[in-house]
């Protein structure tokens, strides 16, 4: 426990659960849609003679989106389901009674540190995300004829800070959402076993669902500025 009892052990495990425990799926993912985009985009801009400009979409779109959005979905079925067939469990077998019995509060010792260790976590598995969804959109164009060098220019001549920043805002918001979801799916568990099982299935449904949606309306939001 640190001062005024909060968890911090307890964060901190939290924390390597999100992001070194996750970061493979994460990256594995990011790496072939990069692959699949650069493959798709280079086809359709070779249309128009605009295959050069192949990192510039693929840069863009990881950044801006698909970086935030498919970290936030694989973090959701990986981590939100965790948290929540962990505290349904302790819920139907009333270990979290029991920390109220003690005098200790079941928010403060459960779920503020998997909500701060997820809302945290996930910008920096985004960021990886991101670097993995650009290189290997780098390893389809230089096989597409597109030269590494000149790749590499469209993707830093597009991408800007404000870009990079209004992704990492929108995994601020969708670590606090899929956690949210989980805690409180998990936590409101009952039916024994079978009840963990349909919590865990409903965070990840919900959680999914809601960082779509969400998405939708942050990406209106950040716009207007």
């Known amino acids: 426990m640190g001062r005024r009892g909060f ?6 495990r939290q924390f390597e659960t999100v992001t070194v425990r996750s970061s493979t799926i994460v990256l594995i993912t990011a790496l072939f849609t990069g692959m699949v985009l650069a493959l798709q985009t280079a086809s359709a801009l070779g249309r128009f003679g605009a295959k050069p400009y192949t990192g510039s ?19 959701a079925g990986r981590v939100g389901a965790g948290i929540s067939a962990e505290l349904g469990a302790m819920t139907v077998s009333e270990q979290v009674d029991a920390i109220r019995a003690l005098g200790a509060d079941p928010v403060q010792k459960l779920v503020l540190p998997r909500m701060l260790a997820t809302t945290l976590g996930l910008p920096m598995l985004t960021m990886l995300a991101n670097l993995l969804g650009i290189l290997g959109g780098l ?3 230089t096989q597409a004829g597109i030269a590494a060098n000149f790749y ?24 606090w ?10 936590l409101s568990t009952t039916g024994g076993t079978v009840g963990v099982g349909r919590a865990t299935t409903r965070t990840v449904v919900v959680s999914s669902i ?4 969400s998405d939708f309306f942050l990406t209106k939001l950040i716009m207007l500025f």
């Open 210 to 213: 809601a960082v779509l949606v």
């Open 177 to 186: 959402i899929l956690s949210m979801v989980a805690c409180y799916q998990g």
């Open 57 to 75: 979409f693929v840069g863009l779109a990881f950044v801006l989106e698909l970086g935030p959005v498919l970290t936030a979905l694989v973090v």
């Open 152 to 175: 590499y220019q469209s993707v830093v001549g597009v991408v800007t800070l404000s870009d990079l920043i209004s992704g990492l805002v929108k995994t601020l918001a969708f670590g």
């Open 7 to 12: 968890p911090i052990r307890e964060t901190i």
């Open 139 to 141: 390893l389809i164009a």
